[in-house]
Nanobody, 121 residues
Framework: QVQLVESGGGLVQPGGSLRLSCAAS????????MGWYRQAPGKQRELVAV???????NYADSVKGRFTISRDNAKNTVYLQMNSLKPEDTAVYYC???????????????WGQGTQVTVSS
């Protein structure tokens, strides 16, 4: 029932930075976890960052040390700060609420349109 709108993508050179935003139509205060996914052309959707209601974060090895996920419950918004961007980070980025079962994360809501990130010289 929650609607999601991603924004902040664009074209940047390798080594550059972008900050993505995910605005939710309802309160995310009570949501256990939120995450960012990405999907490159011809590849599967990949979960790259997770943040729980308690502020615990987790990252895919491919982005660890370069990306930072955060949430602002008052604004019903989740952010992804992306630094030291590489061409392989090029993808459409999506956010979603998350549910965990048997050690794995799964999306909770319908997908938004995503935001395109292109890293190229």
């Amino acid at each position: 029932q929650v609607q999601l709108v991603e924004s902040g993508g664009g074209l940047v050179q390798p080594g550059g930075s972008l900050r993505l935003s995910c605005a939710a139509s309802g309160s995310i205060f009570s949501i256990y976890a939120m995450g960012w996914y990405r999907q490159a052309p011809g590849k599967q959707r990949e979960l790259v960052a997770v943040i729980t209601s308690g502020g615990v974060t987790n990252y895919a090895d491919s982005v660890k040390g370069r990306f930072t996920i955060s949430r602002d419950n008052a604004k019903n918004t989740v952010y992804l700060q992306m630094n030291s961007l590489k061409p392989e980070d090029t993808a459409v980025y999506y956010c979603n609420g998350l549910h965990t079962t048997q050690g794995s994360w799964y999306p909770q809501w319908y997908w938004g349109q995503g935001t395109q990130v292109t890293v190229s010289s």
